[in-house]
């Protein structure tokens, strides 16, 4: 399995464009014991099997791992939306009811992210074209420098400083470490940008033009 990231903001996992929670937030929300709650999944499993739905165990609860406090790997599972509110359905009383209704609103807004973080992406080849279309020898920092003209506008610093200041590898992608506020404001400056590369050349001009444009856009979403 790939690595898979913990959002910061929603403290849920992405795994192919879905949010999922893991066995070890829900003991520790719940108050319930990790092991009860690996029982519990893995006998759900095993009912999933019997009645001729596998694919539906297989789909909402992953398999995987942490390592405990000996740095000894230890099992744990990956829920999805579906599996966290199977699991969950067994949990009675108002804390829970109400932990249930948090866990979901969180789905929710973490889902709403990775939709506009797949629309950011989708929007990138319009991006990368309209780029090397603005450039009679176009190279490939046209694209870096047209991108991180527009993280520091929205982040204050380049997807370089930024990994620096989270502590991420070289040439990770930063976008899934960005909130959704953040997200959209790329999203929103590369569609402007767009239009910008075919009818303003000087990249200075572009810059100022984004700013004002982005600041204009903070002040309408705060009023």
Do not use: W
């Amino acid at each position: 399995m790939s690595k898979i990231i913990l959002h910061p903001d929603y403290e849920l996992f992405e795994i192919k464009g879905q949010p999922f929670c893991d066995s070890l937030q829900v003991a520790e929300t719940f108050e319930k014991r990790h092991d009860h709650v690996l029982r519990d999944i893995e006998s759900a499993l095993k009912v999933f099997g019997e009645i001729g739905l596998p694919k539906f165990g297989e789909s909402n609860f992953v398999t995987s791992h942490y390592k405990n406090e000996q740095n000894k790997k230890q099992p744990k599972y990956l829920l999805s939306r579906d599996g966290f509110s199977y699991i969950a359905m067994g949990f009675t009383g108002k804390k829970a009811a109400a932990f249930k209704i948090a866990y979901i609103n969180r789905f929710n807004r973490m889902e709403a992210f990775i939709q506009s973080l797949l629309t950011t992406k989708m929007e990138f080849p319009a991006f990368t074209e309209a780029v090397m279309l603005a450039h009679d020898e176009p190279k490939h920092y046209h694209y870096s420098n047209e991108i991180n003209m527009i993280y520091r506008i929205v982040l204050g610093v380049d997807a370089k400083k930024f990994r620096e200041l989270r502590g991420l590898d070289k040439g990770v992608v930063i976008r899934p470490y960005l909130s959704a506020t953040e997200i959209k404001a790329i999203e929103r400056l590369q569609r402007a940008d767009i239009g910008m590369l075919e009818t303003m050349s000087n990249f200075e001009d572009r810059k100022q033009a984004l700013s004002s444009y982005h600041q204009k856009a903070q002040l309408r979403l705060a009023s």
